[in-house]
């Protein structure tokens, strides 16, 4: 983690093993498996840049080294990289001020770049989410470029760039299709995982197009794929064509339904509201999927499903999916009315 602050590996061991105290050479040494002359020339080279303090012996014994405190060792090297990346940020700005003037009598071709296979998808997809500075903006169904097993993270089954970016802040506001949600996606890994950093999730059924838009300036589009995996896509720069593409996005994010509420846990903290299980099943039943589709994502059997449906129903005195979305959202217990898409779907 160091290395951004110009510290090698080497030089970043030692003075991570310093931070739990004061120690002599030899007792670097053995804790850190090293040469003399390696700790001694690391030991050296962290004086020198004052995150490392030398105490002389006492009564013969070794001279000790002592960590500078970590918050004042590197809040002028911090301070310096940070004034270093306005400095970026207010040229990349100009840049672009001038990149939007000239966009008036550019060619229309330059408007638009088509990426081509696969990988190049791949990477396309991971360097918009890097870019964006706001939010994200997305509607996803399939086909999916993101199929191998090494491309989510083991644990929430995310895709590791967009973990990362949530945890930075970023905004995300995603779209799921109902065929994503029953073919690819899990509520109880994913998109739960999702929710608990911070994504806005809706669902839809039967979304018209998939889509990835950085803040308002890039957009990726499908261009051509198979059934089961994207081929290719159009990246989509500043243009009207992408300003109705994030009019469109908008349009359905108005009609798509909440999700990712119920997972997140917010509308169930209060006294009297869903539990953890009942969430899950309200937000399964915003989705529109089969009964047989939501009992496989709460990892139960189709009776298991029923007997927690009518459990709810019961609980909340009513007798139809209508009734029940009507009354959740009298309770507070989701963002707003969801009746056709609590109508029965599997019986």
């Known amino acids: 983690?160091?290395?951004?602050?110009?510290?090698?590996?080497l030089q970043q061991q030692v003075y991570e093993a310093l931070v739990d105290g004061a120690a002599t050479v030899a007792e670097m040494r053995a804790t850190l498996d090293l040469g003399a002359a390696e700790c001694r020339d690391a030991l050296v080279?962290?004086?020198?840049?004052s995150l490392v303090g030398r105490f002389p012996a006492e009564r013969g014994g070794e001279e000790r080294f002592l960590p500078v405190a970590p918050e004042a060792a590197?809040?002028?090297t911090l301070l310096a990289r940070e004034e270093e990346i306005h400095r970026a940020r207010r040229h990349?700005?100009?840049?672009?001020?001038?990149?939007?003037?000239?966009?008036a009598g550019r060619d229309p071709a330059d408007l638009v770049e088509i990426v081509t296979g696969r990988a190049a998808v791949i990477r396309q997809v991971d360097q918009l989410q890097r870019s964006a500075r706001r939010q994200i903006r997305g509607i996803d169904r399939p086909p999916y470029a993101?199929?191998?097993p090494d491309r989510f993270d083991p644990k929430t089954g995310m895709m590791p760039v967009q973990q990362q970016m949530l945890r930075r802040g970023l905004g995300y506001r995603v779209i799921y299709d109902t065929d994503g949600l029953a073919t690819f996606h899990r509520l109880d890994t994913d998109i739960e995982a999702a929710a608990e950093l911070g994504e806005d999730a809706r669902v839809m059924a039967k979304a018209p197009m998939k889509i990835?838009?950085?803040d308002d300036r890039r957009a990726l589009i499908p261009l051509?794929?198979?059934p089961h995996e994207l081929a290719s896509s159009v990246l989509v720069h500043s243009s009207g064509l992408l300003e109705a593409l994030c009019e469109f996005f908008e349009v359905l994010w108005a009609r798509a339904q909440p999700l990712s509420a119920y997972l997140s846990g917010r509308p169930h903290r209060a006294v009297g509201g869903p539990s953890s299980q009942e969430a899950r099943l309200l937000a399964l039943l915003t989705t529109g999927m089969t009964d047989q589709v939501m009992a496989r994502h709460l990892g139960v059997s189709y009776r298991t499903f029923q007997r927690r449906l009518h459990a709810l129903m019961q609980r909340l005195g009513v007798s139809t999916r209508f009734q029940l979305g009507a009354r959740a959202a009298e309770l507070g217990w989701v963002a707003q009315p969801t009746g056709e898409l609590l109508v029965n779907q599997g019986e």
Request: charged share 30%; no cysteine; net charge negative.
């Open 92 to 103: 990349i700005q100009q840049l672009a001020a001038r990149f939007r003037a000239n966009g």
């Open 74 to 76: 590197f809040e002028s």
């Open 212 to 214: 990835l838009i950085a």
């Open 146 to 148: 993101n199929s191998d």
């Open 45 to 49: 080279s962290l004086e020198k840049r």
């Open 224 to 226: 051509r794929g198979t």
């Open 1 to 9: 983690m160091l290395d951004a602050l110009d510290l090698d590996p």
